[in-house]
């Protein structure tokens, strides 16, 4: 009987689900891109031994099961009579984690930590304070022993993440689209890394990954090319995230960084197939899991070292300068970060989710007359 990344058997008979067969037998690991209880345990069936929050996440999850979340928020706010919609509306979504996080405990202690993760998101609120963003990353990582902490790739949250790593957080760096980030955050935690060694801390059992919203990274460069007038060949955009993402891995493995890439943000297809055989994290939305399923997408057990063909990546490196700025390691500095397209839409789609979270907690409490 197959063994899979989580060192639990599955049932034969399933060799027509890619993604099972992917982490039955390849160092990549599935996770899943919510944490709906529902879907992480099906996913789990599929192989996956990860899963993720987010504003937009905990929103679309809530009010999904706004039957159940209804009466919890308000139980929330009778044990809380002094807490505003916003501390709500976050209790729940730590609620919501911890639940999330119980399902994947026993991974997690089969992988020693290293798989079984729960990602749960930092306030996007604090964007621009590096204090109250470790000191929130030190909070969520009490919550349960298999919590993973996202905090933004942007300048302070470089910060952030090298601090809250001195402090024993496992990060998932989010809000993160280019090679240069990636190469950031790496840095950041082994830096982190180091300043706990130095002190006779141990450096064992951190889960650490670093995201590439590859498909938000497709989405802002057909964006910036519609608005600039370029057009280059169709399709040519569909492998932009995916050759960031193989760019940023092969950087990681000659380098040795103790963290591992993931990718996010899907919008295609190849954002899993092409990356599978790599010692990575690929986290599809639960509706793409079954997709590459129903498909049958082929499992390339070396895809992940089968490079992007050079016409398309010099054609977008001549024709799309913002292309440029994601894919080579000193396209930007770390000031810049923020100021990158897709971070700056992102942030603000996090924003607006964090807004609508308030304003439904709001609703529960204060119902419209």
Not at 98 to 115: D, M, Q, V, Y
Not at 189 to 201: M, N
Not at 335 to 359: H, K, N, P, S, Y
């Amino acid at each position: 009987m197959p063994i899979t990344a989580a060192g639990t058997k599955r049932a034969k008979g399933a060799s027509h689900l890619p993604l099972r067969v992917a982490s039955e037998t390849t160092p990549t690991a599935l996770w899943n891109d919510s944490a709906d209880p529902d879907e992480l345990a099906r996913s789990i069936g599929f192989g996956a031994v990860g899963a993720t929050c987010n504003p937009v996440i905990a929103l679309a999850g809530i009010t999904a099961h706004l039957a159940e979340w209804r009466p919890r928020i308000q139980a929330l706010a009778k044990q809380n009579p002094t807490a505003g919609e916003s501390e709500i509306g976050w209790l729940a979504v730590e609620e919501m984690s911890i639940a999330a996080a119980k399902l994947l405990e026993p991974i997690f202690h089969e992988t020693g930590g290293r798989n079984g993760r729960l990602s749960i998101q930092t306030d996007p609120r604090l964007h621009r304070d590096a204090t109250a963003l470790v000191e929130q990353a030190v909070h969520f990582s009490t919550l349960a022993p298999n919590i993973i902490v996202k905090i933004p790739a942007t300048r302070i949250g470089i910060y952030a993440i090298e601090e809250a790593t001195y402090r024993g957080v496992s990060i998932n760096a989010t809000v993160s689209f280019t090679v240069a980030q990636a190469v950031a955050v790496a840095e950041a935690i082994e830096r982190g890394f180091g300043r706990r060694a130095a002190e006779g801390l141990s450096v064992e059992g951190f889960g650490s990954v670093c995201t590439i919203m590859g498909g938000r990274l497709d989405d802002w460069l057909k964006s910036w090319a519609a608005s600039n007038r370029i057009l280059v060949e169709p399709g040519y955009f569909e492998w932009a995230g995916v050759a960031a993402l193989k760019e940023a891995y092969r950087i990681y493995r000659e380098r040795g960084y103790r963290v591992r890439i993931l990718s996010a943000a899907f919008r295609n297809a190849l954002q899993w197939s092409e990356l599978v055989g790599g010692d990575l994290v690929v986290s599809p939305p639960f509706d793409w899991q079954e997709r590459i399923n129903e498909n049958d997408i082929p499992v390339r057990p070396h895809a992940i070292d089968e490079p992007v063909d050079p016409v398309i990546i010099e054609t977008l490196l001549t024709h799309v300068p913002e292309f440029a700025k994601a894919y080579r390691e000193d396209g930007m500095k770390p000031e810049q970060f923020e100021e990158f397209g897709a971070t700056v839409r992102t942030l603000r789609q996090f924003l607006e989710a964090d807004a609508a979270l308030d304003a439904l907690v709001r609703d529960i409490l204060v119902p419209p007359k």
